[in-house]
């Protein structure tokens, strides 16, 4: 609280010449809700970089009294920022969060890999909440599952020395399919960084100059710039349990342990838990359409089908499929096979496939209705912000599209 009391002074100094207030940490409704500093979009970067040298973590920006983003310390570290500037060409946008919004929806709103969110009353900002702010409530309400640190931690682990370059690092992470990597300095860990923690800083090298410049000029920025606004490197060993590793984050005030014992590496972080937490539903299934003969494959295709709706569950949640099979008589013993597939969830759409073999049609249609979840995917990327070009600049930069090193193909 002593931290808390200094940030509170600060900002009933600075009340009268920002359009900044200060709301001190407090539970309502069990709901950790942390400090808000706000910041009116036409100050200048000088002051906001102030404001987190003397502690503050995240400052939410405004223009017209009105909410556009917000700024990080790890933003702030890890970019050249002109101090003249305006706060508002730095803003990242992040989503609200409500005082009424169930414990799921803040889960499943983390689970998108935000750090922090915005948490509003009405029209006004009230404070701020984290990702591990959500673990000491999923501790406090016992929903954290009996699973053990290497049941769900990121295995195997990949690593980086800390002079490699940034570029390099987000190639590795899109080749790789990671969000992680753990860096290393004469080959021992010294942090843990992640997709989030990189991108702020070559989108702000995307938006100064031009694609040529861009890929040297990434490739000269090297980690020890993000390690140096990385927390702490903290150990767990894989055996302990989930609810472990969340109360050590929260008494850290960390988002990801390395797990290590045994012989077992391993990655655990905040989202980890929240993904192994949120309760699991059953997607209503429907197949129709198999005559006498093909009946015999129902429990195989509805396993199959079962399979596609568990694997895009983070993607899309789906509530109801209906596979509809016909089966076309032809001359001689082959039969063709169509299918058709209805897909409803936060979008409802439909696939077709033929074949002449009727798993193979059915692993047609659903390649078709994986496709689709995916268009889906990209295009919620797009509308998470309204910053236009540079969001799809971010977009880009979190797949790995503007780093040297990119493969061709997925």
Known sequence: MHNVRQQFLLAKILHKKTMMFLIEINKVKNMIIRPAVILDANELMS????????GVTTIIIQKNGKYIGILSDRTLKTIQYVPDAKVEK????????RQDDSLEKKMSMFVEGYRELPLVDGDSIIGLIKNIDVLEELIGEDKIPPMKVEEIMSVPIEKMDIKESVSKAAAKMRKEGKHHLLITENNKPVAIVSSIDITPLVQKVKTKVPMGREKAKTSSILLQTVVGSSPRLIKISPSSSLREAAKLMKKNDITSLLAEGDGKFGIITAVDIIKAAIPKHETAIEIIGLDE??????????????????SCEQI???????LNIKKHSTTGRRHKYTMKMLVAGRKTFDVSSY????????KEVLREADRKIKQEKEKLKGKKSGFGKLRSISIQIQEGDLYPGKPENE
């Open 47 to 54: 002051k906001a970089a102030k404001l987190m040298e003397q």
């Open 90 to 97: 730095y803003a990242w946008k992040a989503p609200l969060l």
């Open 293 to 310: 003969e093909d009946k015999a494959y129902k429990d195989d295709i509805y396993k199959e089908v079962n399979e596609f709706a568990k």
């Open 316 to 322: 899309m949640p789906i509530e109801f499929i209906r």
């Open 355 to 362: 074949d002449w073999k009727l798993f193979a049609a059915l």
